[in-house]
């Protein structure tokens, strides 16, 4: 049953739909756990980019990574960032952009993503990403600024527009311990009316 937990649901996902030869972004490299499963999944013709603002996550996630260096490019830097640092040829053509917000596991809790650079990262996410390409986005409002974050970024993402993106969730109802939450956010490969249903 383990595949109905956010973390089983969110591998499943990943597993499924990135391919031999997509570009991906980990937006927040952390321990490197998403990064590692996302190198293996694009294989030596595709290319992960990662980021993470503390120089522990990056350090981290290159030693995770060290079996696929060449498949991987990893940025020292705030993930609101990634637009600006992310090769020219790349822009719109990202498969899947990753992001696991809050702070990084065993590192200091006071150090957390924010929701003023989230919101930034997700806007600079969207430009980037290819038709049919998505974000997935698990935020955690079980700590003060993760509240605040997820809050932000439900509301940022119920404002997306219907007609170039489809805005899903996945998070458990009945644990009153304020879980985790996913989101998944998929570019349209073609515009419809905001009138369009399925």
Do not use: W
């Not at 170039?164 to 989101?183: A, D, G, R, S």
């Not at 998944?184 to 009138?195: G, H, P, V, Y």
Request: some cysteine; glycine content about 8%; charged content about 20%.
């Amino acid at each position: 049953m383990n595949s109905y937990t956010i973390l089983g649901f969110n591998k499943q996902l990943l597993e499924k739909s990135i391919t031999k030869g997509d570009l991906v972004i980990d937006a927040t490299l952390g321990n490197g756990n998403d990064a590692l499963l996302l190198a293996e999944l694009v294989g030596a013709d595709g290319h992960l980019f990662g980021f993470d603002k503390q120089e522990q996550a990056v350090a981290a996630s290159k030693a995770k990574l060290a079996a696929y260096n060449e498949r991987c490019t990893l940025f020292c830097a705030g993930h609101e960032q990634m637009q600006a640092l992310l090769p020219a040829v790349a822009h719109g053509k990202i498969k899947a952009i990753v992001f696991n917000l809050g702070y990084l596991p065993g590192g200091d809790e006071t150090i957390t993503t924010l929701p003023e650079t989230t919101l930034q990262a997700l806007d600079a996410a969207l430009a980037l990403l290819a038709p049919e390409g998505f974000v997935l986005l698990t935020a955690y409002p079980g700590h003060a600024t993760g509240s605040v974050e997820t809050d932000a970024v439900a509301k940022f993402l119920q404002e997306l527009d219907f007609s170039e993106y489809m805005v899903f969730t996945y998070q458990l109802l009945n644990n009153k311990n304020h879980p985790p939450q996913t989101y998944i956010i998929e570019k349209r490969k073609n515009r419809f009316s905001k009138q369009s249903e399925f």
